[in-house]
């Protein structure tokens, strides 16, 4: 039985599915399975079964789970503490959901960074939402930036408000758009299919089908696609303000719109915080990390940019 056995076991158990648990990972899906295939034989029980609405824990499974997630934490702490021992820089993993992925995350951290000198090594990787509470709580990432999670159950996190803002509906200033938004073709980022994101909820309360949304790898595309009137998009008031004052955008009213919308700051309780954590949430507080929220565009040297978008989090 090994950690790798372990993470996996864990999250097809909290994610529900192979797929979800291997994006999550960084890994395939066949890796995945043969590791729960190891896991399995060892212990001599499914662990898991495949029902149509996703993965099923046996008894032995149900009792292996909270086991398994205190493994999978005591061996993100022992690598945490053999960094500290041989003067290596703390790792720092923040996840962010795709409102926040491709504008905020990447100067948030540089400025951190900046802050701190070289004693943390910090990345950002996204997340559907669904997925921020299993990564934190499992130390796959130690801090998530999105929407607040500390009524996740079976999870023991701490969410703290950080920093508001409003969501808009923009569209191009030369098409009108009449009747009701739920006929709108929607153009939208990859929050435009994370049911639990904040663009999900304003979708819900707009009566907005499926089948009216097109997904685009990011805000840009989306929002350029709307600017050359190929439907409405969804934006951040203050990231989209470019955009608005260009004139290649305006604001389209609907009636749930703006909407006012909070992100949160989730981390582990206090006495399971790692220092960098803590040393973050703490800098998500000061008025330098306000003004790069409100204000991202002033861009990073080279060797710190990092792709905005991304397809897992961390292996």
């Known amino acids: 039985m090994t950690l790798g056995q372990l993470n996996a076991f864990v999250l097809v158990a909290r994610l529900g599915s192979v797929t979800d648990a291997a994006k999550a990972l960084g890994v395939s899906e066949p890796a995945v399975s043969q590791a729960l295939a190891a896991l399995r034989q060892h212990h001599g029980d499914k662990l898991l079964i495949k029902r149509s609405g996703g993965m099923t824990l046996t008894a032995g499974g149900s009792r292996l789970l909270p086991i398994a997630s205190q493994m999978v934490a005591l061996g993100a702490e022992a690598d945490a503490a053999v960094r500290q021992a041989n ?147 969804v934006a951040l008031e203050h990231l989209v303000a470019p955009q608005l004052r260009r004139h290649e955008l305006t604001v389209v009213p609907t009636r749930h719109t703006p909407m006012s919308v909070c992100w949160f700051v989730t981390t582990l309780p206090t006495d399971r915080r790692t220092g960098a954590a803590n040393s973050l949430r703490h800098f998500l507080s000061t008025p330098a990390a306000m003004h790069v929220m409100r204000a991202p565009g002033s861009g990073v040297p080279p060797s710190r940019f990092r792709p905005p978008v991304y397809v897992t989090i961390w292996s």
């Not at 960074?113 to 090594?121: E, F, K, V």
């Not at 709108?184 to 049911?195: F, I, S």
């Open 87 to 233: 003067g290596v820089a703390a790792r720092l993993q923040l996840a962010v959901t795709s409102e926040i992925a491709e504008f905020v995350a990447n100067p948030l951290l540089e400025a951190f960074t900046r802050r701190s000198g070289n004693q943390i090594d910090a990345s950002a990787g996204l997340a559907r939402t669904s997925e921020l509470p299993v990564l934190v709580a499992n130390r796959l990432a130690d801090v998530a930036l999105g929407p607040s999670l500390s009524g996740d159950p079976g999870q023991d996190l701490d969410s703290v408000p950080i920093f508001r803002a409003s969501l808009v509906v923009v569209g191009s200033p030369h098409c009108r758009h009449q009747g009701s938004p739920a006929h709108w073709p929607w153009l939208l980022d990859p929050a435009g299919a994370d049911a639990g994101s904040d663009t999900g909820r304003l979708l819900r309360r707009l009566g907005v089908p499926d089948d009216a949304i097109q997904v685009f790898p990011n805000q840009t595309a989306a929002w350029s696609a709307a600017a050359s009137g190929g439907g409405v998009s």
